[in-house]
């Protein structure tokens, strides 16, 4: 190795870029195979966006059924063997997370009615979710924003706890901005900011980086996604960094166009957007009080996908060559007055404290701010929207005799989710696709090893969590916590067994 010298300021074997669920899990596996770790984030506080999950983390009773789910629901993008370890990951993870659980007598759930790949795929029976449901003395960080919901929350707990028993070194406000190589293209460490200055950190071993997604990078989305604006919601240090780093050493790019995320709410007087209400596996016998229609007030698609938080931002994005543009972008929620009563339109979640809003329950306070807009006919929401009054009464008729119909042939919404819109007032409120993370980043093998464009792996690299995720067709809901755990366990040990460049 040609003789490389730096002023280091810190050094580790294993240094993790990003302090979320990822990064932590990469730095407890490296520390138990023999490692020493230090990690370094980029924001004031941990968390990335794993402290905002709410829903549980998928596991599966059997990796023939995993698999076989996986190479379907993936649809080609994902290797063989990167599927088999996935799979075998979901296996061992409830007994990892319990282990990790000894450190604060966490109490873990298992829904075994959760076993729903979510989507209609072989092997789908496979799976089922567990959670963390208590943690003794621990009522949430300050820091996030769940609402009443804490599954993601504690689940960190339990890896901060593990970090923290560890003695494992902890740098926050300290952001890296790229990686360190020696003169034959080996990572040999990170350039930080550490204090207010540039400095270099030393990683005798390996680099993983495990830096979050891209979901507050404008560029990045305009360059990769169709659809746009696309609003982003829940952490705003998710800026693509790791991307870029890997992007400059020679990384490939693989699922930049995949990310996980709905339909929401954007409005111009604050910063941050509002995922709708129903998260994770929709509620078959759930009302929902509202339908989608687009520029034209023409519905267009099944309001509540399969996964709620997934796929449903997809139909938002049809261009029509014609227009030409997005004529579904923004989109428009409709209800009724009887609908407004039915519960919040929205749910905000956020790491940011400026970014944090408690949602009414009766979505009155919304109503009074504007951004919901209330109008006494139907007439009078069409003249307001510059609609075709007759387009939207036939919208709502056609809506409303599905609902006494009890059922939905133009778009195969659930029956029990279905309610009429026909007591005035009406209510109105532009819809945007919304993403609550992103799937892309440099691709990796299964061994969690950053690879270039011929598949060759970036030596001392690795990658884990979010930042080039496993998922790049379609999400396994809960499947992002999973990753958590499995990309984690994966990068931190092959790291750890490298010998030390020096």
Known sequence: MAKTKFDWTLEADVVVVGGGGAGLVAAINAHDHGATALILEKMPTLGGITILAGGGIKAATDVGKAIQYLTVSQGGRVGDKLIATFAEGLVALPDYVRELARINGAEISIRNESHAGVYPFPGADGFYSISISAIPGFSGYDWAYTGKNLNGQRFFKILLDNVERREIPVHTQAPVSSLITDGRGEIIGVWAELSGER??????????????????????????????????????????????????????????????????????????????????ARNPDRPISWIIVDKQG????????????????????????????????????????????????????????????????????????????????????????????????????????????????????????????????????????????????????????????????????????????????????????????????????????LEPWR
């Open 199 to 280: 400095r270099a950190v030393k990683a005798r071993k390996a680099v993983i980086l495990a830096s979050g997604g891209f979901e507050f990078n404008e560029k990045l989305k305009r360059e990769y996604f169709e659809a746009m604006p696309v609003y982003a919601m829940g952490n705003p240090g998710n800026t693509g960094d790791g991307i870029l780093m890997a992007q400059k050493v020679g990384a490939a790019l693989w699922h930049m166009w995949h990310y996980h995320g709905s339909y929401g709410f954007k409005f111009d007087d604050y910063d941050t957007a509002f995922r709708i209400a129903p998260g994770g």
């Open 298 to 497: 023409k519905r267009f698609m099944n309001e509540l996908h399969p996964a709620v938080q997934d796929t449903a931002a997809r139909p938002l994005g049809y261009y029509d060559p014609d227009i030409p543009g997005f004529p579904r972008i923004p989109a428009y929620l409709i209800f009724d007055e009887e609908g407004r009563k039915l519960g919040r339109i929205a749910s905000p979640v956020t790491v940011h404290p400026e970014h944090r809003y408690v949602w009414s329950e009766d979505n009155l306070a919304e109503v009074e701010r504007g951004w919901i807009r209330r109008f006494a006919t139907v007439e009078d929401l069409a003249a307001a929207q510059g609609w075709d009054p007759d387009v939207v009464s036939a919208t709502l008729a056609r809506w409303n005799e599905i609902a006494a119909s009890g059922s939905d042939p133009d778009f195969r919404r659930p029956a029990g989710t279905i309610v009429p819109i026909a007591t005035p007032p009406y209510y109105v409120v532009p819809v945007w696709p919304l993403l609550t993370n992103t799937q892309g980043g440099p691709e990796h093998d299964e061994q969690q090893r950053v690879v270039d464009p011929y598949g060759i792996p970036i030596p001392r690299l690795y990658a884990a969590g979010e930042l080039g995720s496993f998922f790049g067709h379609l999400y396994l809901l809960g499947g992002n916590l999973s990753e958590v755990v499995i990309s984690g366990r994966v990068a931190g040990a092959a790291a750890a067994a």
